[in-house]
């Protein structure tokens, strides 16, 4: 008994010189999320120990803990790739981020914690950081599409089925964010999950899927504007752009051969255009001395 107790202790002295030695914080860009949303963090690792650190020689040199209001762990879809070495000299700091969504089931609407902790190998210590807390958010399906997926070559298979589907949220309880989901055929496998941005309660978005099963939508985010957004079948963006109301409000339109644009309306080019906005010519040119 003795010896264990012993053991306890030295154990918990270690941690306790690490944890001074060594300061471990974890950041989220937000605080609230979507299942099967990317979950962003940041660990921040200050060394004040007064020799260097060499951290991200292993797999196991940083780890995250994800656990549930009630203190359950939540199940692992896998590891946390954080495989990078780098030295770290006394009184630096270092920040790693990781996307630790595709590797934790976050599925259920809830309150979660996370803790990051790091392997320190120059003394054989460990560093964990305080727990951060996040939300898992409940999304409202608005709009859902089944669709075909071009094939990349000729052939005789039959195409491979996915979803496109449309979701509200209210984030933080007061911004009612639009969220694009792209799934599997069976609406179990989120292959991706964004906001496009904030919608006003009262509109509508329009959804439209074209020949080339691109997800074409349009949603009011403003009381006079619109944003106008082009997604690929794998989920990428291809076109965004935000349109002012003019004399008619900006609407999806579709001519007589399928193609789909937005009528009505005045694009603004900003600089978060895609493809990014093309610049006047005399903002090309030098400014005369």
């Not at 590891?79 to 270092?94: E, G, M, N, R």
């Not at 809830?110 to 210590?125: E, H, Q």
């Not at 409940?138 to 298979?157: C, I, L, R």
């Not at 919608?199 to 439209?208: G, L």
């Amino acid at each position: 008994m003795k010896k264990i107790f012993s053991f306890l202790l030295l154990l918990l002295v270690g941690l306790t010189a690490a944890r001074a030695q060594v300061v471990v914080e974890v950041t989220l860009e937000q605080e609230q999320f979507l299942p099967g949303e990317a979950l962003p963090v940041a660990v921040r690792i200050s060394n004040r120990s007064g020799r260097t650190l060499h951290l991200g020689e292993s797999p196991d040199w940083l780890t995250f803990s994800v656990q549930s209001r009630d203190g359950t762990r939540v199940t692992r879809n896998g590891d946390v790739p954080v495989l990078d070495a780098f030295t770290l000299d006394s009184s630096k700091v270092a920040t790693k981020r990781v996307d630790l969504g595709p590797y934790f089931s976050l599925t259920r609407a809830g309150r979660y914690n996370v803790t990051a902790t790091v392997r320190i190998k120059d003394w054989d210590g460990l560093a964990a950081s305080p727990q951060k807390i996040f939300d898992i958010i409940p999304g409202t399906k608005v709009w859902s599409q089944e669709f075909g997926v071009p094939p990349g070559s000729a052939t005789n298979q039959p195409p491979e089925l996915r979803n496109f589907a449309l979701l509200q949220a209210n984030y933080l309880r007061s911004e009612l964010r639009l969220y694009f989901r792209l799934t599997d055929a069976t609406d179990t496998r989120v292959m991706k999950l964004f906001p496009l941005g904030q919608i006003v309660s009262f509109a509508r978005p329009e959804a439209q899927v074209d020949s080339h099963s691109r997800l074409h939508v349009l949603h009011q985010n403003g009381a006079r504007t619109s944003l106008y957004t082009v997604i690929t079948p794998e989920g990428d963006t291809a076109v965004r752009r935000i349109y002012d109301y003019a004399n008619v409000r900006p609407h999806l339109q579709v001519d007589r051969e399928g193609k789909i644009s937005v009528a009505g309306g005045v694009h603004r080019p900003t600089h978060a255009d895609i493809p990014a906005a093309e610049k006047k010519e005399d903002e090309t040119k030098p400014a005369k001395p």
